[in-house]
T-cell receptor, first 116, second 111 residues
Framework: NAGVMQNPRHLVRRRGQEARLRCSPM?????VYWYRQLPEEGLKFMVY????????ESGMPKERFSAEFPKEGPSILRIQQVVRGDSAAYFC??????????????FGPGTRLLVL | GQNIDQPTEMTATEGAIVQINCTYQ??????LFWYQQHAGEAPTFLSY??LDGLEEKGRFSSFLSRSKGYSYLLLKELQMKDSASYLC????WGGGNKLTFGTGTQLKVEL
């Protein structure tokens, strides 16, 4: 009974490189959320996706960041041309199919990105 | 905008009871979640309140007052393993189910 899976758990990149973070939701979950946690700060919402659709990307920086959740495979958060300020823990959460009610979000173990 | 406040740190003794408060100022409040997060790990769901009152789950209880914009998490019979950060998060109507988190309360349980 796997929970939310994220990989890699740790990622080191040099400034200017690309970072690609993957998230596989819990079985039966079709909603994926990405959050960022900076040191000494709370979790901040980035983007909410369903299969093949971005529902809410109001928390995503306008440049360099993108997310997708294809019909097959994991959700991907991509950060192009990383800068030191992108160093953070990136958490993915998933919830079941929306029935019009608030569904509990279950979190993955996170990817800790370090930009050198 | 939304504002969620929690104490930064708390210390309590093993076997005791501790109450972690959370106040919020939001428009379109839908419900409130509590999560536990150990250092370097994923947040783990503890409770969800949408109506006023107390929800009890074993050693953990959570209370909500919508009119006062106030919630608390009550931990009884504290154990050393309860040392963690406790996150209060609010969901909003029309917010697409996204959660807005407080900065978390770091609880330290001592002998």
């Amino acid at each position: 009974n796997a929970g939310v899976m994220q990989n890699p758990r740790h990622l080191v990149r040099r400034r200017g490189q690309e970072a690609r973070l993957r998230c596989s939701p819990m079985k039966g979950h079709s909603h994926v959320y990405w959050y960022r946690q900076l040191p000494e700060e709370g979790l901040k919402f980035m983007v909410y996706l369903q299969k093949e659709n971005i529902i809410d990307e109001s928390g995503m920086p306008k440049e360099r960041f993108s997310a997708e959740f294809p019909k097959e495979g994991p959700s991907i958060l991509r950060i192009q041309q990383v800068v030191r300020g992108d160093s953070a823990a990136y958490f993915c959460a998933s919830s079941p199919r929306d029935r019009g009610l608030q569904e509990t979000q279950y979190f993955g173990p996170g990817t800790r990105l370090l930009v050198l | 905008g939304q504002n969620i406040d929690q104490p930064t740190e708390m210390t309590a003794t093993e076997g005791a009871i501790v109450q972690i408060n959370c106040t919020y100022q939001t428009s379109g409040f839908n419900g409130l979640f509590w999560y536990q997060q150990h250092a370097g790990e994923a947040p783990t769901f503890l409770s969800y309140n949408v109506l006023d009152g107390l929800e009890e789950k074993g050693r953990f209880s959570s209370f909500l007052s919508r009119s006062k914009g106030y919630s608390y998490l009550l931990l009884k019979e504290l154990q050393m393993k309860d040392s963690a950060s406790y996150l209060c998060a609010v969901s909003l109507w029309g917010g697409g189910n996204k959660l807005t988190f407080g900065t978390g309360t770091q609880l330290k349980v001592e002998l």
